[in-house]
């Protein structure tokens, strides 16, 4: 068994590595329409099964938010930015995510009331291979691509991402441009 785990999370990084890897090279992504509430919805619940001690708070909009993308790579940036969370705070700690649409952009909010990131640790936390020695990267096994493939998706997505945290929270969010809405004469209409 441990041979088959360890040879199960030696694909991950390899997969980790061939995405980090393809996303270098500039190969696009997906650029379909995709509901970006629902990637949280279901990013969230899995996050609550796999952390069942966490609060997980949700703070979304009445209306579906949509962007073009790529669904898969979104709902790993979201799955990856919860993963840490939860990884790296204690049991009991509150992640709220949190989704805006205003002034042409689309706002993903991730943030916790956790132990917050060292100050020397923040400027690498999106570099491959980071590794931190503070309360948030205690012994989890993990292999210090997360984050960076967080950054490398949504870069790919022509977005920004920015982490703020310091004692007693993180905040981590992503921007990504508003889809360009269709006019209404660039439809074909048969008679």
Known sequence: SRIAAESERMGHLVEDLLLLARLDSGRPLAADPVDLTR?????????????PDHRWQLDLPTEPVQVEGDRDALHQVVANLLANARVHTPPGTTVQTGLT?????????ISDDGPGISAELRPSVFERFAHGTDARSSTTGSSGLGLAIVAAIVHAHKGVIDLDSGPGGTRCKVRLPAPVASSPSAHVFGG
């Open 39 to 51: 990637v949280v919805l279901d990013a969230v619940s899995d996050a609550r099964v796999a952390g």
């Open 101 to 109: 649409d205003s002034s042409g952009a689309i706002t993903l909010s």
